[in-house]
């Protein structure tokens, strides 16, 4: 694939494993400040690098987050998690006195661990293109490893409350804004007039609208990823890198030419006719917002 292996991406493992360190679980309880004594019982244990505790709060994290992929969470109870996991129902609120917390750790984690990653990997080249396709590939990897993790993010991303939901809208924001500065770098290093914050009135691309495409390629892999059908994580990273920068570096093809929002919804709506002419039509259904239950 152009621009992959000259690139200097560096070959990964489709297969992801989630490492949990007790020390980043026991400052990440800190953070959210849970006063709970099961919580302040569970941390004091947390001790060593691999402890009991630190095993048997990775197992509920994975059996936590096949019940939410399969039942959603306002189907799943802590009573399935405890008969999928073979742990009483006293064990799992040793660790979460509630769904929303088991929930939002899972997220938490997941986010946390894609976006600690990226950073590590970005560091490998300073090409604007090639940490574009490292950003791509990291996404990939991770959603075809983790499958059920990223439905979980998909669908459970507004039922958290108490704060859960503020903090991780600001995991989101940065992440996003990672891709921006990504993207904004490339558009600076190869000149791209028509892409920017502001291009999409003026007939270009918005950063916006650009980072939010990539995004949607990516986000619904779940959906339709088939191991035994489709390439591997690599490939199709690849794949989507190219789809995604052939579409900003557009304006360099020789045929290309910014089209005008304004002019392209009067001819739609008129079919090419003067206004006055057009038929009356029926508003149209809202657009469908892309969430399935």
């Given at each position: ?101 088991l ?7 997941t986010?946390?661990?894609i ?12 090409d ?11 996404h ?15 669908h459970e ?6 704060g ?8 989101k ?13 490339l ?62 570096r ?38 469908a ?5």
């Amino acid at each position: 694939m152009p621009g992959w292996e000259s690139g200097g991406l560096p070959n990964r493992p489709g297969e992801i494993k989630i490492r949990t360190n007790v020390r980043k679980i026991a400052f990440f309880f800190s953070l959210i400040r849970m006063s709970s004594s099961s919580t302040t019982r569970a941390l004091e244990h947390a001790s060593s690098a691999d402890t009991r505790f630190d095993r048997r709060l990775s197992e509920i994290l994975d059996y936590g987050t096949e019940i939410f992929a399969e039942k959603g969470y306002e189907g799943a109870s802590m009573r399935d998690l405890s008969r999928l996991s073979g742990i009483s129902l006293a064990g799992l609120y040793y660790y979460f006195e509630s769904k929303e917390k088991l929930l939002y750790f899972i997220q938490q984690h997941t986010f946390n661990t894609i976006i600690e990653r990226l950073r590590e990997r970005l560091q490998e080249s300073h090409d604007p293109e090639t940490r574009i396709r490292i950003f791509v590939h990291n996404h990939i990897s991770y959603s075809v490893a983790k499958q059920k993790a990223m439905k979980v993010l998909a669908h459970e991303d507004d039922v958290l409350t108490n704060g859960f939901g503020t903090e991780l809208a600001a995991i989101k924001r940065e992440y996003y804004r990672i891709c921006v500065g990504l993207v904004e770098d490339l558009v600076k290093a190869e000149g791209l007039k028509f892409v920017g914050r502001n291009a999409g009135p003026t007939g270009g691309i918005s950063t916006r609208t650009a980072v939010l495409g990539l995004f949607g390629m990516m986000n619904w892999l779940y959906t339709w990823y088939k191991p035994r059908v489709d390439p591997d994580a690599e490939t199709i990273a690849g794949e989507m890198s190219d789809i995604f920068l052939r579409g900003v570096r557009a304006e360099k093809a020789g045929d290309w030419k910014p089209r005008r929002a304004a002019n392209l919804g009067r001819k739609a709506e008129t079919h090419g006719r003067p206004k006055s002419k057009a038929a009356k039509r029926k508003p149209a259904p809202p657009l469908a917002t892309g969430r399935t239950r």
